[in-house]
């Protein structure tokens, strides 16, 4: 299930962090560099692995679809290589981060982009242990391991730069029914945030980037998105383009800063408009069970 691609109009564009679309930029920023992009077999991973294989980089791309990736792999050409990772699979994921680094050497850019949402009332995860520890798995102790993997590597050539795109969600009050997702991309988001001095000092840079709304599988099946602004994930691309030519350490809409502190201000009203929300929205089919999530 997708959304029709349409380009950004003003709204979708006030609605999410600033892009960056000057291909000469963005060139310059990954020309000839090592890109290990996570999850890039659907959405903003296909999109930003597209645009950055024809900005010149050898892009490494790493999801659970390898027939998809194989594509994307040929569609872009030699520069592009594909790996199957499960974040789910915890011992994987380190044999996987060993085969990435002997094959490709340490990686200049890392994109932690692979993603999994839930959104789901509280009452229908009482038999749902399991939200929980998938969106943990592959939003936190997956991306974890791959990074406790990889670090070592890119110390020891000298630096690079992790670009965790993350989710305004961890940033402005957390939304009822998106418990598990927001706790387990914040749970990431802190640790990123943690280790950024001891990543400083190893000459790795961070930028954590807060998407909103991108038009892709995830959002689709939650119905009241297609009715706020929101990226394509072509356009979604051009954030993390921004990302990498600016090297920003957060890259945010611009109207979650003053909506963070609203919030904390404001704590009680926030949970009681939360509350009031509730009454006007529903469960999704995908979240009664009657559609996969992924
Ligand atoms: N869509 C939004 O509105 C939105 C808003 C804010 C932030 N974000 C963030 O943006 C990122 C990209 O999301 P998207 O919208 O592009 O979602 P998407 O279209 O569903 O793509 C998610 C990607 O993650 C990969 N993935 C999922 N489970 C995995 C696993 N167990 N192991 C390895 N890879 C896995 C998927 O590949 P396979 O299925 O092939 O493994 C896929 O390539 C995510 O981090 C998401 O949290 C999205």
Redesign the pocket.
Known sequence: MSFPSRGPNLADRLASPRRDTDRARLRAAVESKTVLI?????????ATARSLGHAGATVVL????VD??DGLAAEIGPRAHTHA?????LDSVTTVTDRMLDAHGAPDIVI??????IRRSLALQYDRPQDFE?TM???YL?PVRMMLGLLPAMRDAGGGHLVN?????VRIPPGPRWGA?QAS?GAFDTWVRSVEPELAADGIDVTSI??????????APTPI?RRLP?LD?DD?ADVVAAGLTRRPRRLAPWWVRPTELSGIAADRLVTALYSRSLRHSADSASARGEVVS?
């Open positions: 996570t999850g890039a077999s659907y959405g903003l991973g296909e790493a999801a659970r679809s998809r990736l990772l499960d974040l789910t699979d932690n982009n692979a993603g999994m949402s998938r798995a592959v939003n997956g795109v993350s989710t305004i969600g997702y991309k807060y998407m909103a709304l991108i038009r892709t599988r995830m959002s998105m929101g994930p979604a992924r």
